[in-house]
């Protein structure tokens, strides 16, 4: 890792220049990853270019240098990353997975391994969903088109891992994907975080729902537990999870003192992001498996 | 100087900014017609799209805009001084 950010800004000079790598690696690290960039800074080998943007690391997530969560990327298409803990034995877990939508920035309101530090690698699975499942550059599709497209890879991974919980979270303009992501998959719970339905949905609610919206009509199915996270200080924000509780149900929750679209960040700089997002996904852990690999023995538990 | 027109550049900057979305036909026209009237402020940036604006301007105009000479501009027409006025002679 360190090597290969040497080898990336050797030649770089101007401050964009660092600016645009350290924007592109905030969107795919992990949080190993940002402790070892993090060790190499304080032994000087890195940039002063990179000094104010380690920083940001050890303010938004302070454990992440003495105790980094050991998650592993594993690329599953080219906007979609499995998050999981190197250790296979935790594997074995009976584990939740959490569908993340990043927002239009293609990150969850901080850099990637701050959020990731937030999470424990041993209770989750994390599918982390950029640019909405569409490849960047990509032309624009129709919107039930991609959904359609996403539910099918998404689908795939839930029969891979079978999820003891099963969770979407969603930033800013992710925040409508995991709201109709969720009802498709029937997940236990969905958080949005200043998320928005989309005026252009509005129409085509029950295609986009596969006939779930209106809520009113339909009843056989199972809803997911929603979560309206939004700025108290931002009008625009406050109305759209308004919107959003008429069409899905779930609560609202004011982040007071924000005023700001994007609330993670206020959280993280706070030292609230791991409690409030363990909160936020209905204070899950995962329990360890039982394998009963002799029917005539007693179930043996791992971890 | 880049030979890309300096609107186009600063259209460029501002699509990066808002993450591949391009402007809106108001802001577009505002642009156009009187880039003073433009507040900064009103855009409302974020840290991220700050960086994405500047990092736009200097991979078309090699120009090195950076976070901190945009915080010292109020407006758009302070940025296109900026941009024309480079290389700044106390650089």
């Known amino acids: ?303 | 100087m880049s030979p890309k027109p300096l609107i186009d550049v600063l259209l460029e900057a501002l699509t990066a900014a808002a993450y591949g979305d391009e402007p809106d036909a108001e802001l577009i026209q505002q642009l156009q017609t009187g880039p003073a009237d433009i507040q900064l402020e009103d855009l409302e940036f974020d840290s991220l799209a700050v960086m994405e604006f500047c990092i736009s301007v200097e991979l078309n105009t090699g120009v090195e805009l950076t976070p901190d000479h945009l915080e010292q501009c109020k407006t758009m027409a302070d940025v296109v001084a900026f941009i024309e006025a480079w290389p700044a002679t106390d650089e």
């Not at chain 1, 990853?33 to 000094?51: D, M, T, V």
């Not at chain 1, 499942?133 to 032309?139: E, F, H, L, S, T």
């Not at chain 1, 969720?182 to 986009?208: H, N, Y």
């Open chain 1, 1 to 303: 890792m360190i090597e290969d950010y040497l080898n990336a800004t050797r030649e770089l000079k101007t401050r964009n220049q660092f600016n645009r790598v350290h924007i592109d690696l905030s969107r795919v690290m992990t949080p190993l990853q940002c402790a070892e960039l993090i060790a190499a800074q304080r032994k000087g080998l890195l940039s002063e270019h990179a000094r104010g943007w380690v920083q940001v690391f050890l303010n938004l997530a302070p454990g992440i240098e003495a105790s980094p969560e050991p998650w592993v990327a594993e690329p599953v298409t080219e906007s979609i990353t499995l998050h999981h803990h190197g250790n296979a034995e935790c594997e074995q877990h009976r584990k939740g997975l959490l569908i993340a939508f990043c927002g239009n920035s293609d990150l969850m309101g901080v850099p990637l391994p701050v959020f990731l530090q937030a999470l424990p690698a041993r209770d989750w699975n994390v599918l982390h969903i950029l640019r909405h499942g569409r490849k960047r550059g990509a032309p624009r599709v129709d919107i039930a088109q991609a959904i359609n497209e996403l539910l099918d890879e998404l689908r795939a991974q839930i029969a891979r891992h079978q999820p003891s919980y099963l969770a979407c979270v969603g930033m800013s303009s992710g925040g409508g994907m995991a709201m109709m992501v969720a009802l498709r998959l029937e997940a236990q719970r969905c958080v949005s975080i200043g998320g928005a339905v989309f005026e252009s949905w509005l129409d085509r609610l029950p295609e986009l729902s596969g006939g779930r919206l209106p809520l009113r009509q339909v009843r056989d199915f199972s809803l997911p537990e929603y979560v309206f996270v939004y700025s108290e200080g931002s009008e625009i924000d406050k109305r759209q999870a308004e919107i959003a509780q008429l069409l899905f149900k779930g609560h609202g929750m004011p982040i007071p003192g924000v005023r700001s679209h994007n609330c993670v960040h206020p959280i993280a700089r706070r030292g609230l992001l791991r409690e409030t997002l363990f909160s936020l996904l209905g204070g899950f852990t995962a329990e360890p498996a039982v394998i009963q690999s002799d029917p005539g023995a007693s179930g043996q538990v791992h971890g």
